[in-house]
């Protein structure tokens, strides 16, 4: 069983910045996948960023590409989402999620999630 604590939500104006931190109890982190969800009210959950566990590839969703970034520091057990040029639209509970070895990614079937972190942004 592994375990995920989000960290660093908050409420940000339009255009600001946030950090997210995904912290895991995992012996292994370097063995899982990791991603990033979002969650808005009456919304479906989607995937926002995600990382693979062995070669380091990312993915984006397409609307944060080139505003939110993915990061892993193996050595922390943590998985950073940077969140930059933040839009109303970007208001949601974040969860961060653990897949075990696999490079698929782009997908709802992670095996563990955190219980989330709300990130609210004001016009």
């Known amino acids: 069983q592994v375990q995920l604590v989000e960290s660093g939500g908050g409420l940000v104006q339009a255009g600001g910045s946030l950090r997210l931190s995904c912290t895991a109890s995992?012996?292994?982190?370097?063995?899982?996948?990791m991603g990033w969800f979002r969650q808005a009210p009456g919304k479906e959950r989607e995937l926002v960023a995600a990382?693979?566990?062995?070669?380091?590839?990312?993915y984006y969703a397409d609307s944060v590409k080139g505003r939110f970034t993915i990061s892993r520091d193996n050595s922390k057990n943590t998985v950073y989402l940077q969140l930059n040029s933040l839009k109303p639209e970007d208001t949601a509970v974040y969860y961060c999620?653990?897949?075990?070895?696999?490079?698929?990614?782009?997908?709802?079937?992670?095996?563990?999630w955190g219980q989330g972190t709300q990130v609210t942004v004001s016009p």
């Open positions: 990382v693979t566990w062995s070669d380091g590839l990312k």
């Open positions: 999620a653990a897949r075990f070895r696999t490079n698929v990614i782009i997908t709802l079937r992670y095996d563990f």
């Open positions: 995992a012996r292994t982190f370097s063995d899982y996948a």
